[in-house]
């Protein structure tokens, strides 16, 4: 581990950020240039004490999910995500594998997305970041950890919790399009990968998703109509529109509704409730 490095790399980086660039307020004038450090600290989901630390080289050496979460809020490209695994002292991520660094390019349309939900999910429909909006009407999915990241599983082993925000008749249609969109990422990963072990336990523990895998239907389906369930706003119609990266392996999901509608009205009313049950 090179903590000069490292401390430098993080406060050179953090310097740089605009509050703007990472979807944050301005607020009043700054005596310094780029983001405070407790602003940093905030969108890593770490203590400020914690970070500091790192930029005056104190500490701990960082874990991988530290890092991980430095990444996405510095919002640094992969080579500059890989330079900082090196001198904190651990391997460079594959960068073949499903990745949970947010493309920053992706990140940076997805921090101006306040007024509807939007989340970025990985091609495995791993839910990277998402919105408070996406996370009142979908459940609060990021930093989920085993099989349980990954929504295939949680629609086909955790049906009581992950179906409960589709109505009952479109359980079948969507249960297809999980199928069909997990094949999409096993045929790009092959079956000795995550993809691969995900089919594997799938397989195993649910008889409806063996059924539908041995169909070898593929395809990737976001763009739709679509009705959402929230258990105190009642059913909410979107459209569902997806922006990819260029390898395809992340995707913006942002869910609007039409303009003037009772549905469009039901989406504010979740930004007042958020995430709370009555």
């Not at 530290?66 to 995500?81: F, N, P, Q, V």
């Not at 349309?109 to 009142?136: C, H, K, M, W, Y």
């Not at 950890?145 to 009952?168: D, I, L, N």
Request: glycine fraction near 6%.
């Amino acid at each position: 581990m090179d903590r000069e490095a490292l401390a430098d790399f993080l406060r050179r980086h953090r310097e740089q950020l605009r509050p703007g660039d990472v979807g944050l307020p301005s607020g009043v004038r700054r005596r310094a240039p780029g983001l405070r450090r407790e602003e940093v600290a905030q969108l890593a989901l770490m203590s400020t004490d914690y970070y500091t630390r790192l930029e005056q080289q104190r500490g701990p050496q960082p874990s991988t999910q530290i890092l991980a979460s430095l990444a996405r809020a510095l919002r640094l490209s992969s080579d500059e995500r890989d330079y900082l695994y090196r001198v904190a002292g651990h391997t460079v991520p594959d960068r073949i594998a499903p990745s949970d660094h947010v493309a920053p390019a992706l990140q940076r349309v997805f921090d101006r997305l306040e007024d509807t939900p939007a989340l970025i999910i990985s091609s495995l429909g791993e839910t990277l970041v998402q919105n408070a909006l996406a996370a009142a009407l979908l459940g609060d999915n990021v930093g989920l950890s085993g099989f349980e990241r990954y929504e295939p599983y949680r629609w086909f082993v955790q049906p009581e919790r992950a179906r409960t925000h589709y109505p009952e008749d479109d359980h079948a249609r969507n249960s297809r399009a999980q199928v069909a969109g997990l094949r999409v990422a096993y045929g790009a990963m092959g079956q000795r990968s995550q993809a691969g072990a995900l089919v594997a336990e799938l397989s195993r523990q649910s008889e409806e998703f063996r059924e539908l895998w041995e169909r070898q239907e593929v395809a990737q389906r976001f763009a739709d109509h679509k009705t959402l369930i929230h258990p105190e706003v009642g059913p909410i119609e979107v459209d569902c529109q997806v922006l990819f990266t260029e390898d395809r392996g992340q995707a913006l999901l942002v869910l609007t509704a039409a303009p003037r509608s009772d549905d469009e009205e039901r989406i504010r009313l979740l930004g007042v409730l958020g995430a709370q049950r009555f």
